[in-house]
């Protein structure tokens, strides 16, 4: 017996919407990584690209446990000796909502370029309104 093999021509790719509104940010985000990366589908298979798109709105209603929202960090460098920055997260909801989701969904997806194309399938839109009605996403409960 053969060990089934997908090949990108034979999968099709469906669209989910997802509402984040009360949602735990760690748990939205492993949802949604397992739905990108195709691990939910019985034709997965670990070097192809096998998973579906997901639109989410209401990107800044997300909940977190505890004292978060003042707690934990985000660091980034810039390069240069000195160059690290910090920012809370109760900042990040401030200025880009969107980005929260996107750096927590995006650090559990492969570092690799498959999990950059995995990526560009993760559309975030903080408030009710997206411009995906065309697609006709199904509404996902997580």
């Known amino acids: 017996m ?13 669209w989910f919407l997802v509402d984040a509104d009360g949602l735990v940010l760690g748990r939205l985000a492993s949802n ?3 739905i990108l990366m195709g691990k939910n589908k ?5 070097t192809i690209d096998t998973g579906d798109f997901i639109v ?18 985000y660091y980034r460098h810039s390069g240069y000796i000195g160059g690290l920055k910090e920012r809370r997260l109760e900042e990040m909801l401030d200025k880009k909502p969107e980005d929260v989701i ?6 559990m997806l492969p570092k ?5 194309a ?11 309104a997206h411009p995906h009605e065309a697609q006709t996403p199904e509404k996902l409960e997580l």
Do not use: C, H
């Not at 690799?112 to 950059?116: F, I, M, Q, Y």
């Not at 995995?118 to 009710?128: A, D, F, R, T, V």
């Open 2 to 14: 053969k060990s089934y093999w997908a090949k990108p021509d034979d999968l099709e790719k469906k």
């Open 32 to 34: 949604i990584a397992m």
């Open 42 to 46: 019985p034709q997965y298979t670990p």
């Open 56 to 73: 989410v709105i209401n990107a800044e209603k997300f909940a977190v446990s505890g004292d978060k929202m003042v707690s934990k960090k």
């Open 102 to 107: 996107r750096l927590a969904v995006k650090r």
């Open 112 to 116: 690799t370029k498959l999990g950059s």
């Open 118 to 128: 995995m990526l560009k399938k993760l559309k975030i839109y903080s408030g009710e």
